[in-house]
């Protein structure tokens, strides 16, 4: 049964005009039945920002709400992620806090999927209208950005087709500061086009690692970087998974007893693995609340978006700043084609090559196959053999011309990314 105006802050919200309203609001009675009935929200974690974030998205009105999480729920994890107890320890956090979002909140339905979030295809992700980010790894921040960005599509002309548009709030915390943003792909820079953000993790000797280990982290950096390839070369390591965590945690505290070392535990290896700062309650109310109200402001235009990166710091007092970033026209990864220099007589091989090995590019790149339009150019496995002829060819023979957009894909790519080759004078045109 409906609690007598349990909506009315939400109803002075989306059924009067203001002045501070998104481009297109109209008011009125509808925005809240698509709200609570069709419009689909998914939160990517289930951690201490994830628990807040289900919280405040059911009591502003969103109805269906799915959440994504491979972890299951620790000791550690009850002094701040406020839905899991005792006898839930064990137990899947996506699934625990489903549950007790829709015991404790009337009328919203939530959806838990308990798997690594490179286990659903891109039409689970392409369902939604709006994603939000709790995580805590960089490497599935840019996964998630990549998802979000494979969607987009440009026009003739350049711009972004606002049809194939994938909105995406990010939030952060690390210990009192936080931070919350909107990533629409296509308009606001993407998480690749401000990766430079993020600080660089600590690094140790190596000298350090293999002779004197003198603390915790160091037994188990020794663990990632070296014990890791020699004895596990054909696998490649997922700080998501937990085979993998409590392999290196073996092996840490294998080394930690070795040389009397106290002080190593399986959360602190996951911590020094992610490179994890101790999370803070408050600091994961007031960033989620912040990243409700941004999906609360997309989904219904009743208030102009944040633009487009709030940082919040509680360590002296009460501080935010909101910055204005750009979008870097270069990147590769929510751009309309990265411009690329090649002369029209270098061979498919030379340009893949040249791509390789290129500062911004080539990190992206393992194992690249490339396509122009419905073309097959190069493509790794079954088609290899078909398409290998290819590679000697000319550029210029393989695509229209000068601005032409190839696709690259690889194994370390969610979506393909375009290149957009700038043909400039061949060699001999050069001497000539």
Same mark, same amino acid.
């Given at each position: 049964?409906?609690?007598?105006?349990?909506?009315?802050?939400?109803?002075?919200?989306?059924?009067?005009? #203001?002045?501070?309203?998104?481009?297109?609001?109209?008011?009125?009675?509808?925005?809240?039945?698509?709200?609570?009935?069709?419009?689909?929200?998914?939160?990517? #974690?289930?951690?201490?920002?994830?628990?807040?974030?289900?919280?405040?998205?059911?009591?502003?009105?969103?109805?269906?709400?799915?959440?994504?999480?491979?972890?299951?729920?620790?000791?550690?994890?009850?002094?701040?992620?406020?839905?899991?107890?005792?006898?839930?320890?064990?137990?899947?956090?996506?699934?625990?806090?489903?549950?007790?979002?829709?015991?404790?909140?009337?009328?919203?339905?939530?959806?838990?999927?308990?798997?690594?979030?490179?286990? @659903?295809?891109?039409?689970?992700?392409?369902?939604?209208?709006?994603?939000?980010?709790?995580?805590?790894?960089?490497?599935?921040?840019?996964?998630?950005? !990549?998802?979000?960005?494979?969607?987009?599509?440009?026009?003739?002309?350049?711009?972004?087709?606002?049809?194939?548009?994938?909105?995406?709030?990010?939030?952060?915390?690390?210990?009192? @500061?936080?931070?919350?943003?909107?990533?629409?792909?296509?308009?606001?820079?993407?998480?690749?086009?401000?990766?430079?953000?993020?600080?660089?993790?600590?690094?140790?000797?190596?000298?350090?690692?293999?002779?004197?280990?003198?603390?915790?982290?160091?037994?188990?950096?020794?663990?990632?970087?070296?014990?890791?390839?020699?004895?596990?070369?054909?696998?490649?390591?997922?700080?998501?998974?937990?085979?993998?965590?409590?392999?290196?945690?073996?092996?840490?505290?294998?080394?930690? !007893?070795?040389?009397?070392?106290?002080?190593?535990?399986?959360?602190?290896?996951?911590?020094?693995?992610?490179?994890?700062?101790?999370?803070?309650?408050?600091?994961?109310?007031?960033?989620?609340?912040?990243?409700?109200?941004?999906?609360? @402001?997309?989904?219904?235009?009743?208030?102009?978006?944040?633009?487009?990166?709030?940082?919040?710091?509680?360590?002296?007092?009460?501080?935010?700043?909101?910055?204005?970033?750009?979008?870097?026209? @270069?990147?590769?990864?929510?751009?309309?084609?990265?411009?690329?220099?090649?002369?029209?007589?270098?061979?498919?091989?030379?340009?893949?090559?040249?791509?390789?090995?290129?500062?911004?590019?080539?990190?992206?790149?393992?194992?690249?196959?490339? !396509?122009?339009?419905?073309?097959?150019?190069?493509?790794?496995?079954?088609?290899?053999?078909?398409?290998?002829?290819?590679?000697?060819?000319?550029? !210029?023979?393989?695509?229209?011309?000068?601005?032409?957009?190839?696709?690259?894909?690889?194994?370390?790519?969610?979506?393909?990314?375009?290149?957009?080759?700038?043909? #400039?004078?061949?060699?001999?045109?050069?001497?000539?």
């Amino acid at each position: 049964m409906e609690l007598e105006g349990r909506w009315r802050d939400l109803d002075y919200l989306l059924n009067r005009q #203001g002045n501070v309203v998104g481009p297109g609001f109209e008011p009125g009675p509808e925005i809240r039945e698509f709200l609570q009935s069709d419009c689909r929200v998914l939160v990517v #974690g289930a951690g201490g920002l994830g628990c807040e974030l289900l919280k405040d998205l059911a009591l502003s009105g969103f109805g269906c709400i799915d959440v994504i999480d491979m972890d299951t729920i620790d000791v550690s994890n009850l002094n701040r992620q406020f839905l899991f107890r005792m006898q839930d320890v064990g137990q899947s956090k996506a699934n625990i806090a489903a549950q007790r979002i829709m015991q404790r909140i009337s009328g919203v339905k939530v959806t838990p999927h308990h798997c690594m979030i490179q286990e @659903k295809t891109l039409d689970f992700y392409e369902q939604f209208h709006v994603i939000v980010l709790g995580l805590d790894s960089l490497e599935a921040r840019r996964y998630m950005n !990549s998802v979000a960005c494979s969607f987009l599509e440009y026009d003739e002309d350049g711009q972004p087709d606002l049809a194939t548009v994938k909105p995406m709030i990010d939030g952060g915390t690390e210990g009192f @500061k936080g931070h919350a943003r909107v990533l629409i792909p296509g308009i606001t820079p993407c998480f690749e086009c401000t990766l430079w953000l993020f600080p660089p993790q600590t690094k140790f000797p190596l000298c350090t690692l293999a002779e004197t280990p003198r603390s915790p982290a160091h037994c188990i950096e020794y663990a990632k970087i070296i014990l890791w390839p020699k004895e596990r070369p054909d696998d490649t390591f997922d700080a998501d998974c937990e085979e993998h965590m409590r392999w290196m945690y073996d092996k840490a505290l294998a080394r930690a !007893s070795e040389f009397g070392i106290q002080g190593v535990t399986y959360q602190l290896t996951q911590g020094v693995v992610k490179n994890i700062i101790p999370a803070i309650a408050s600091t994961n109310a007031i960033v989620a609340a912040q990243c409700t109200l941004e999906a609360l @402001k997309l989904v219904t235009m009743c208030s102009s978006g944040l633009n487009n990166y709030m940082m919040y710091s509680g360590t002296d007092g009460v501080y935010t700043l909101t910055t204005p970033y750009e979008r870097d026209d @270069k990147c590769p990864i929510c751009s309309a084609g990265v411009s690329f220099d090649a002369a029209p007589s270098t061979t498919l091989q030379e340009l893949i090559d040249m791509l390789m090995k290129d500062p911004d590019l080539g990190k992206h790149l393992s194992a690249p196959s490339v !396509s122009y339009g419905s073309t097959n150019l190069y493509m790794r496995g079954a088609l290899e053999q078909q398409t290998r002829p290819n590679l000697e060819k000319p550029i !210029s023979e393989l695509v229209d011309g000068d601005g032409s957009v190839i696709h690259i894909n690889d194994r370390q790519l969610v979506a393909a990314m375009k290149v957009r080759l700038k043909f #400039g004078p061949s060699n001999g045109e050069m001497d000539s």
